[in-house]
């Protein structure tokens, strides 16, 4: 197996908590986060959180405000955006119970809308994401021509009974 030294932090730095970050435990709240960042980068086009180095990328996530829309996209509407930055939240005491309440949220945003929130996923270009971040091994760019689509997420969630999270997916 893997052996890990004491102290030593595991994970993909850009979708890390800042719990984590830390050196706690992964938990269906650092999931919900780097959900969250996922969110953010699909609906903005960019990650809410953007640095060369690893660790300079895990001391923004512990740090550093989350970024608004409105500098990414304007058009957003502002419950989706409370949503994701409400999964954001530096504190995970702060965040939704479990992700089934932060899918919940999503559905009730686009049900008040009346409208199919995925519209409003970022098209992004090779320029567009090449200006938010140049690559590096710890920060890769993705570059696609089209909608990012969403991912079905069906492994269970702990904290919501079990219940797997089909909300999201397309």
């Not at 909608?147 to 997916?169: C, D």
Request: hydrophobic share 45%.
């Amino acid at each position: 197996g893997i052996r890990t030294a004491t102290g030593i932090v595991m994970g993909t730095p850009a979708y890390m908590a800042p719990e984590q970050a830390k050196g706690g435990k992964a938990s269906p709240a650092t999931d919900q986060y780097a959900l969250g960042v996922l969110l953010f980068e699909m609906l903005t086009g960019t990650r809410p959180f953007v640095a060369e180095e690893p660790l300079a990328m895990l001391r923004k996530h512990i740090e550093d405000e989350i970024p608004s829309f409105g500098t990414c996209r304007k058009n957003t509407p502002p419950a989706l955006e409370a949503a994701v930055r409400r999964a954001l939240q530096k504190d995970p005491a702060l965040r939704f119970p479990g992700v089934a309440e932060l899918a919940a949220e999503v559905a009730r945003v686009e049900a008040d809308a009346g409208t199919d929130w995925r519209r409003f996923a970022r098209r992004t270009t090779s320029s567009s994401r090449t200006m938010a971040a140049r690559p590096t091994a710890a920060n890769p760019v993705v570059r696609t021509s089209g909608p990012m689509p969403l991912p079905a997420v069906t492994a269970p969630m702990a904290g919501a009974g079990g219940a797997r999270l089909a909300a999201l997916a397309v």
